[in-house]
């Protein structure tokens, strides 16, 4: 099966961005390549992009996507918290625009073998990076019960999480839990079979769990904050940073650490003066979260939760 994955919120990154000859950017989580290829056109015939993901199928589809676009377009496989030494490794002192898409592509969820979804039936996997353990086979038949149950509630955001807990627990002393749909199945059994949501959109009661297991399987909230903690510093001056998330934990990250770099001090209150050296790295270019059109998500509902901030380096 072919890549698939929809660039989201296209045209707010690219006016953000504003992509111009000349110019340097890095996407670091590259996927198909739609974002990157529309960078390369806003910014031609000269600027460049510096292209990375950690799952090999994204890179070997990007690199398929932007063949064209010959030297202008440099691709790595390597994780997004990996930025900055790949940076060094290209000779590249800084960048004028980078992009961050922490959302999970219809690849991950539309080809069976790669275990991330229900909808069709695969060994439990949902590793981004095939070459990294655990994979959520091991996390599911081999954590406590405890252990299952706070990377569900703290994960997952899932109130259920000791029931689910208990009755994957269940499930997995009749024998090794090996599927997806076995999984899903022992979960809405958990939550006796109910859906949650609107009308005009509902979700499977396993959802928050299987989102439990992909944030923990990759460390996901860890990369992100280990990201978060000096990203500014690949910006060169004026140059702005794009993050789109998709649940509320990521989202909160973001929002806390574009705050601390809009801040000309980082001391705690109480202090009589200011001791810790720290001054503002970034303005704040959205002051809430962007947020994907009608029209986007009617022709891609996998965009609906998502949330896009961005900051200028200063």
């Not at 800084?94 to 275990?115: I, N, T």
């Not at 090996?178 to 979700?203: D, I, M, P, S, Y």
């Not at 499977?204 to 996901?220: M, S």
Request: charged residues 30%.
């Amino acid at each position: 099966m072919s890549y698939a994955h929809e660039p989201v919120m296209l045209d707010e990154v690219l006016e953000i961005l504003a992509p111009a000859p000349a110019r340097r950017y890095l996407d670091a989580t590259v996927g198909g390549g739609g974002h990157a290829r529309a960078i390369l056109r806003r910014s031609s015939p000269d600027g460049e992009l510096l292209g990375l993901d950690w799952d090999d199928a994204a890179i070997d589809a990007a690199g398929r996507a932007l063949a064209g676009y010959g030297g202008r377009v440099t691709l790595r496989r390597a994780g997004f918290t990996e930025a900055r030494a790949v940076l060094e490794e290209s000779g590249w002192t800084g960048v004028d625009g980078m992009l961050l898409d922490l959302g999970l592509s219809s690849h991950h969820l539309d080809v069976p073998d790669r275990g991330f979804g229900f909808a069709r039936d695969a060994r439990l996997d949902m590793r981004m990076d095939r070459r990294r353990s655990p994979d959520a086979h091991e996390l599911v038949n081999t954590l406590s019960v405890g252990e299952l149950e706070k990377l569900i509630r703290d994960f997952g955001e899932e109130p259920g999480a000791r029931r689910i807990a208990r009755a994957i627990d269940a499930e997995r002393r009749r024998g090794t839990i090996e599927t997806t749909r076995q999984l899903a199945e022992t979960v809405a059994r958990a939550a006796g079979g109910r859906q949650r949501g609107t009308r005009a959109h509902v979700t499977h009661p396993a959802t928050r769990t299987f989102q439990a297991l992909r944030i923990a399987v990759n460390r996901e909230l860890e990369n992100l904050e280990t990201f978060l903690d000096s990203a500014y510093e690949m910006l060169r001056a004026g140059g702005r940073l794009v993050i789109i998330s998709f649940h509320s934990l990521e989202d909160r990250l973001v929002k806390r650490a574009f705050h601390k770099w809009g801040l000309d001090c980082v001391c705690p209150p109480r202090l009589p003066g200011c001791v810790c050296g720290w001054n503002r790295k970034a303005t704040t270019v959205t002051r809430k979260p962007r947020v994907p059109g009608e029209a986007e998500v009617r022709a891609n509902p996998r965009a609906r939760s998502a949330r896009l901030r961005a900051v200028e380096r200063v």
